[in-house]
């Protein structure tokens, strides 16, 4: 498994105007692939609008102690961008002003911010009733000694976790995550359990993260849970509370995997093929905002990481943010889009249509 | 290259109608109930239709159910024991007709 990041390796696709000119190259597929735009425009959803502006989406930075195969952020041990504590004032005081319902945490490894408890418990401090999310990749937690106590933190903060685990076995999380990241999950999910997280009536959330481990689409949430909790439960005495499918999106590092495999052209046509309506009615664009390491404002975390700011020009940076000019504006969509609208749609939180 | 099998053909499957809708939308009416959730879940109906495509030979059914399989979640393991499993039937149905011949043989034999 390669453990060099695309922006170490100074590949192309490490820059995001590749990666867009790639998504709309039809020698690529073969084909001319349908417009996402053009989709929307069919089902009279396009330009995009926003509902509401419930979540706040905080990418703390690049850094990560893993390196994913499908990783859309390009995270690894030698990316330095990274949240200064100055920008971190700066979202808190924004949580605390527009009294977002959540705030979701994510990055690279979010804990490797030196500055992430001081985060978290700002945020509580302006904003105690809002529902707090970690993207904890399970791993960090027994890493290093230092992180050895997170699972306590995150309880005393009232912290909901929500960690990846492509899957039940061994094999298929570490061809993905990397070798040890199985073994070291369990661990992981042994300390959160012990602490209450997963525990039933403990109030205590522990949600998993499955994502394909290759060129295909998840499977139904509610079936693939249940195999979960039973295969978990019987192997390892690990208990959780909710498994959100999510679609790998042709964005960075799984973009590769795609080109490098042979797998691109069928992946996008499978990812058009399978376009909901009522997914892309629901996509989680249309309630968040995803703000960068550096401050800029996205619609989300992959137009992030495809440079694709928000639309309103007066704030695209949370130093000039303008409640008003984001309720408005036009989301942001692009061929990559297809990964939130295909089958039973994706987002952060796992399927958006029931 | 000409060939009988083309992969892209599988995505052309529903086109059967064009000859004849009538019998072709009850064809795929009626498949796409047989894979719904039942008394059997759609992830053992998928791992069926795997063992059988195997066992009929058929390219386009291996290529859809050795994806279907996956993206329901199959193992490795799992997969590759419902291809034993065909295996197991065809290769029994062989030895099995070994009895109808023996039987000749030793009706004939003194």
């Known amino acids: 498994m390669d453990l060099k990041t695309l922006h170490k390796k100074q590949d192309q696709l490490a820059g995001s105007e590749y990666q867009l000119k790639v998504l709309n190259d039809d020698e690529k597929t073969g ?48 990316r330095k961008e990274i949240m200064t504590r100055d920008t971190m004032q700066t979202c808190v005081d924004l949580i605390g002003q527009h009294q ?38 399970l791993t960090i ?23 990846s685990l492509p899957f039940y076995s061994a094999s298929r999380t570490d061809k993905q995550r990397g070798d040890g990241v199985f073994e070291d999950s369990m661990k992981a999910l042994s300390i959160l359990n012990a602490v209450g997280y997963g525990i039933e009536n403990s109030g205590l959330i522990l949600n998993l993260v499955y994502n394909p481990a290759g060129a295909f689409l998840p499977p139904d949430q509610t079936a693939l849970e249940k195999e979960y909790k039973t295969e978990l439960k019987n192997k390892y005495g690990i208990t959780f509370n909710n ?3 999510i679609t790998n999106m042709p964005v ?5 995997y795609l080109l490098q495999t042979g797998n691109y052209a069928s992946y996008m046509e499978k990812l058009i093929s399978a376009f909901n309506p009522a997914a892309a009615n629901n996509v989680m664009c249309r309630n968040t905002l995803s703000i960068g390491w550096d401050g800029y404002i996205y619609d989300c975390d992959f137009n992030q990481m495809l440079d694709l700011k928000v639309e309103a ?16 504006r036009n989301i942001i969509v692009n061929q990559h889009c297809y990964g939130c609208t295909a089958g039973a749609g994706s987002s952060c939180g796992g399927e958006v249509v029931g | 290259m000409k060939t009988y099998y083309n992969p892209e053909d599988l995505k052309k499957f529903g086109t059967i109608a064009e000859f004849q809708k009538p019998l072709a939308d009850k064809f795929f009416d009626y498949y796409g109930e047989v894979f719904k959730e039942g008394a059997l ?6 791992l069926i239709a795997l063992a059988v495509a195997h066992a009929v030979q ?10 279907d399989t996956t993206e329901k979640g199959c193992t490795e393991a799992q997969v590759m024991e419902a291809i034993h499993v065909a295996a197991a039937i065809r290769g029994g149905a062989t030895l099995v007709h070994g009895v109808q011949m023996m039987n000749k043989v030793k009706e004939i034999s003194m």
């Open chain 1, 31 to 78: 084909k001319k692939l349908a417009r996402f735009s053009e989709k929307l425009t069919a089902i009279l959803l396009f330009p995009l609008k926003p509902l509401a502006l419930d979540i706040f989406q905080v990418n703390m930075g690049k850094m990560c102690n893993q390196v994913c195969q499908h990783c859309h952020v390009d995270a690894g041990p030698d």
């Open chain 1, 100 to 137: 977002f319902t959540t705030v979701d945490l994510t990055g690279g490894a979010p804990e490797l911010n030196p500055n992430f408890r001081w985060f978290v418990e700002e945020i509580r401090k302006v904003n105690p009733s809002c529902k707090i999310i970690v993207r904890c990749n």
């Open chain 1, 141 to 163: 937690i027994v890493a290093n000694k230092k992180y050895n106590d997170l699972p306590v933190f995150y309880k005393t903060n009232g912290i909901e976790v929500v960690s």
């Open chain 1, 243 to 245: 498994l959100f499918a």
């Open chain 1, 252 to 256: 960075s590092r799984y973009l590769n």
């Open chain 1, 313 to 328: 020009k007066d704030s695209q940076h949370i130093n000039d943010f303008n409640n008003d000019s984001l309720k408005k």
């Open chain 2, 41 to 46: 879940t759609a992830r053992e109906k998928s």
């Open chain 2, 58 to 67: 058929c390219p386009y059914c291996i290529d859809a159910y050795s994806v």
